[in-house]
């Protein structure tokens, strides 16, 4: 939580708030004493403290021995077989045998549909991806989505922006160096395979929606049977049918399904049939090395893959430790029997009841909020928007029932093997949930992970056990604390109900359209004022993109304006005032403002904060802490901000939405 040694009182709050609140923190948790991360944060802090926690949790199952049984025993069994780093060695690169096999050249000219389906299958990244979702027009109906993959770069634009050509050159060593691993090939070879990889990538890259693109749920909802996304891909060699019969679901079985990104596909299956069945076993031959390289292999695939995807793209010093890795590997294949051990031994249920308050709280802070809006010019409008507010489903901690692991064969000593078995598992769990009813009890994350979520289409909140400590939160901290971060947190999430792309969802979660065209017109102006404050925000010179991080940075100032609204509710229910200062020397109000910027307290190399420029749709952490504040008059009261000071935003050009 905030302390008054986190501040720097060197910088005014008038000048950049965040350094001013947060400049101590910043002093005593160097990135030099976290060579392991590119960026030292609350949320990895807190992170690290869980890893810690679940170490020993998996430790002392695994001292237990033959005492241990079920989902514990098949936990202990991975975590120990993962962290058998001789028994890997040992068996070197053979275990890429089968899978290489199955890409061979006579295999892709023989039929390129099985090729993609059997790795799939088994983890590796096509060109096109398979998942489940909610049906956009009907939520309580979940069906198959097919989406753009297939890139060994972060994203589509590492492909083409001017400032990444040294990073494609190291790419593009990166994988003869893998392929001189994987295969010993000499370095004339090694460069030839490499090259006519990234050109197969390049073109694929050419093809594909942006991250902007994706978030646009109209554009990503494009229904239809099976049928018709073969007769729209008919000039490729892509069997889509055979595809899914052998993915483990008929298309018959499967209905309709979602293509999420139809032109990356229609061009993609194309560019198949026109590659030549080399290039192609080489590009699957690459993609199985890049999914096991960070662990499954031997200790140089790991190395490599570390200089290059860690210490190249993102600037990390040091690699994790084993068992970190080991545990991230467990996380993602074991997570809800790591989340059940968690949850019984770590999760407080009077916070649960604590935090449930401040949920509501800040509900009723929304509640207000939807009732005073100047921009809902239509009763209509007003009151579809309550209507959906009223329908928020919140879920906090853990869920009801755990992912039932039984038919999962986890074996000791054989790593590689488990992973696969792993990886076909959820694929079998994915296709299950397909052209079914929704299950609403779901959850998408871990309770031990830290964070929190909005789902559009089941219209729900959800926050893990994890975050549910401090700095987010704290059962004995000060109101003004806890609604700070906490509650911003609430606040935030409840707001991506009605950002620029979750308000085109009902109360139901289907996407409809219950704006008038005067009001969704007045709404989109003020959003565009938000892009234009966000593609002001410069990060080592590059502007940050607008429409990319517009939806977060609509929910960060809904979280701060609601929350801070719950606040106030709150403290005059008690005949407290926000603004009094207390024996410390500050207010309530003032305390929550420090609270919030605590939240974003962060370290970064350059190379991390670049990276995030171009693929992440939350703004840098300087400008969540700040950018919300210079659109809260309250703000200015609190700590005298004026005109012509950084922080300062003319009135008429601040953001005024939730």
Known sequence: MFQPSDMNTAVQACDDFYNHAIGGWKEKNPLENHPEWPAWNSFIALHELNQERLKELVDNISKEGSTASGPSQKLADYYLTAMDEEAIEAKGVAVLAPLFAKCSVDAVESNCTDVIADLLKLGARMPFSVSESPDKANSSWTILSLSQSGLGLPDKDYYFDEDKEEKRGLYVKHIATMFKLAHGYDEEKCQEVAEA??????????????????????????KMSVAELQNRCSEGNVDFARFFERLGKSAEDLGDINVRTVDALVKGTKQLKSTDPEILSNYFQWSVIRNHASFDLPKAFADEHFDFYEKALKGTQEQKQRWKRALGQAEASLGDILGQCYVDKYFDTEAKAK????????????????????????????????????????KIGFPDEWVDYSSLEIVKGDHFGNQLRVEEFELKRTLGFCNAATDRSRWFMTPQTVNAYYHPSLNEIVFPAAILQPPFYDKNAPDAINFGAMGAVVGHEMTHGFDDQGRKYDANGNMVDWWTEADAAEYERRVDVMIKQAEEFKVHGVPLKGKLTCGENIADLGGVKLSQRALINNLKKKGQDPDAPEEDGTSPRQKFFFSWARCWAQNAKKERELQLVTIDPHGPNQMRANCPLSNTPEFYTSFQITEGSPMYIDPKDRVDIW
């Open 197 to 222: 990889i990234f050109k197969f990538e390049l073109e694929m890259a050419g093809n594909h929606m942006t991250r902007t693109e994706l978030r646009d749920p109209e554009k990503t909802y494009n």
């Open 355 to 394: 935090a449930l308050n401040i949920v509501e709280d800040v509900r009723v802070a929304l509640e207000q909020r939807l009732k005073e809006v100047d921009f809902f010019t239509a009763d209509s409008t007003r009151e579809m928007a309550l209507k959906k507010m009223e329908a928020f489903k919140v």
